[in-house]
């Protein structure tokens, strides 16, 4: 990867799992926070940042952010995946007992991910627009009946205790991160390194369409790692998301988007980039069963 890329961004504000994860992939770039995912886009789109990386699936919540409806606001490719474990922890201010606590605040997604923790200290949930910033309020508000559900990462930087770890209800929990250039990086083509091939595309209006539309890739001994579905506004192209385990330029993938084409229109190359090394893990277990 360049050596002139410095910055990344990200949705969220400092101390938050996205920053967290910019900063585990890339220790020695400046992270930025944004306001929202259109904005970390726009941030890479202008050249505010070299790079943005966007949660997109969590093992526990599911999807996070629409990458289809991200992917077609702007020109922007899809040159890795990283897989964050999510390791919650409780947050209050110095010197505050658990015991104390009677509200909680974090994410949408982080306050189910703890529920039966949140119900086992009988704590009132609030919503915030991400873990980190949950944090911050609790630091400013300086309540001892106040905590925050956020990392450890947060923690450091807001100044607050950690009074129990990895509070989530399930230890896989677990977000895939996109990293998102303007510029495609496609690795070379190498059997002994896995890839993956993002797409969008729409079917078009024929019977048992999307089954047409995947015959090629099983014919040629592709495997699809993610497949989802998404309708306009009008409920009626149906658009879909996927992830390849295969090389764009491979004869097999040539051959099964010669396929695609037929049935299928408005086909987007999205990106061909090397397969996380968590994805290892699994397929090792899947043949030990």
């Known amino acids: 990867m360049s050596q002139d890329y410095k910055k990344i961004a990200f949705q969220g504000i400092i101390g938050a799992y996205s920053d967290l994860a910019c900063r585990t992939v890339f220790p020695t770039f400046e992270t930025v926070p944004c306001n929202s995912f259109d904005d970390a886009f726009i941030s890479v789109l202008d050249g505010d940042s070299d790079l943005a990386m966007i949660p997109v699936d969590n093992t526990i919540a599911g999807r996070v952010a629409d990458v289809h409806h991200l992917m077609q606001k702007g020109d922007l490719f899809i040159i890795g995946e990283h897989f964050q474990p999510v390791r919650h922890a409780l947050l209050g201010v110095k010197g505050v007992q658990k015991e104390s606590l009677k509200h909680i605040h974090s994410h949408v997604h982080a306050l189910p991910q703890c529920r039966e923790f949140i119900k086992s200290l009988g704590l009132q949930s609030h919503v915030h627009a991400d873990t ?79 089954y047409k539309s995947l015959g090629g890739f099983a014919t040629n001994g592709l495997s699809l790692a993610k497949l989802e579905s998404y309708v306009d506004d009008k409920f009626q192209a149906a658009q879909f998301y996927c992830d390849v385990e295969g ?43």
Request: overall charge negative; glycine content about 2%; proline content about 3%.
């Open 132 to 210: 980190a910033g949950a944090a911050e309020e609790v630091a400013e508000r300086a309540d001892i009946e106040h905590a925050a559900i956020a990392s450890s990462l947060a923690a450091e930087i807001y100044n607050l205790d950690i009074l129990e770890e990895d509070i989530q209800d399930k230890y896989h929990n677990t977000t895939r991160f996109l990293i998102l250039s303007s510029d495609p990086i496609i690795p070379d083509i190498d059997e002994n390194i896995n890839v993956l091939t993002s797409l969008l595309f729409e079917v078009r209006n024929i019977p048992a369409v999307l």
């Open 247 to 289: 090389h764009m330029e491979s004869d097999a993938f040539e051959l099964a988007l010669e396929e695609l084409g037929f049935y299928a229109k408005n086909v987007k190359f999205l990106g061909t980039y090397p397969a996380h090394d968590f994805r290892k893990t699994y397929i090792q277990e899947d043949k030990n069963i």
